[in-house]
């Protein structure tokens, strides 16, 4: 008899503990691991960036030398400019998205894809959406709680808010058109290239966050629309809104 | 249980303490990188998206 009562015992100890083991692993834990993924991820993109900036100069002198000597190399014929933009790859960071709103330093990578892997890493971009910058809806999700808690302070989203993104290329300046706005899960109109009960009325260059709500639930999402509002290259500095 | 493990540890005092600590720190290591990575999409916090993908 005493000892099944002191296994009893020490068995709903043992269960408490990995209760609380687990309550600190999402608090806690996963913050720490998202923020050095996401940093990674940031790293990752800055690198690939600073080297397709330098591709320029070496691909023009390799250009000036094959007309010099066209057959002399047996490297394939690469054409002298890409076909356009690659098409982003899944799970992989595509831009940097920065937010002033939810702090000045707050800055997230946006990768392809809304998986559930791909927005442990950063926030996610709708894959049917359209693409950065272009004609059409720029739909992100991103986590509110957990995972580094990138949309915590998602409501503190006003109307005129400055959400801007980069490529590489330019940076994008989307303003907040209206927001947050509440909704069931299965509301996917929100994403449409025009999204309904967004106000917008014609095709655009739209933008659209989504994120849980409330906080640690997930009965409905929150959502913020945004319209492009400028776009400059990176070699002309950081836009306006990012300057302190 | 517990009494059961210390009793079948080798050593003295001691060394079974050691063993223990050991133990527990392999425990938590299997947790917080197999069973709670794989239990937490389970809970409702990963559900931030419109099309439930």
């Known amino acids: 008899m005493r000892v099944v009562v002191r296994t009893v015992s020490e068995l709903c100890v043992t269960v408490g503990t990995v209760i609380v083991l687990f309550v600190v692993y999402v608090l806690f834990w996963t913050g720490v691991r998202a923020d050095t993924v996401m940093d990674d991820q940031i790293d990752q993109l800055q690198e690939q960036w600073a080297q397709s900036a330098m591709r320029p100069s070496p691909g023009a002198s390799g250009a000036s030398r094959a007309s010099g000597a066209p057959q002399a190399s047996g490297a394939p014929q690469a054409p002298a400019t890409p076909p356009g933009p690659a098409p982003y790859t899944a799970d992989k960071p595509f831009a940097i998205m920065y937010i002033p709103r939810l702090g000045f330093t707050w800055n997230k990578p946006v990768l392809e894809g809304t998986a559930t892997g791909t927005l442990k890493k950063g926030l996610g971009h709708y894959a049917n959406t359209a693409r950065l910058g272009q004609k059409g809806n720029f739909s992100v999700a991103g986590h509110r709680r957990t995972y580094g808690d990138p949309f915590k302070d998602f409501p503190r989203l006003r109307r005129g808010d400055a959400v801007v993104l980069t490529d590489g290329t330019s940076w994008f300046t989307y303003r907040i058109d209206k927001g947050p706005y509440k909704t069931v899960p299965s509301d996917i109109e929100v994403i449409d290239p025009v999204p309904r009960k967004s106000g917008y009325t014609g095709e655009g260059r739209y933008l659209t966050l989504t994120t849980c709500d409330p906080e640690w639930g997930h009965s409905h999402r929150l959502i913020v629309w945004a319209h492009l509002d400028s776009t400059q290259p990176v070699e002309a500095g950081k836009p306006k809104a990012l300057r302190r | ?53």
């Open chain 2, 1 to 53: 249980m517990y009494g059961w493990i210390w009793r079948h540890l080798p050593g003295n005092a001691w060394l079974k303490a050691l063993i223990s600590l050991v133990l527990v720190m392999a425990v938590v290591y299997v947790l917080f990188n197999y069973v709670f990575p794989w239990a937490e999409p389970l809970l409702p916090f990963n559900d931030v998206t419109v099309d439930n993908q």
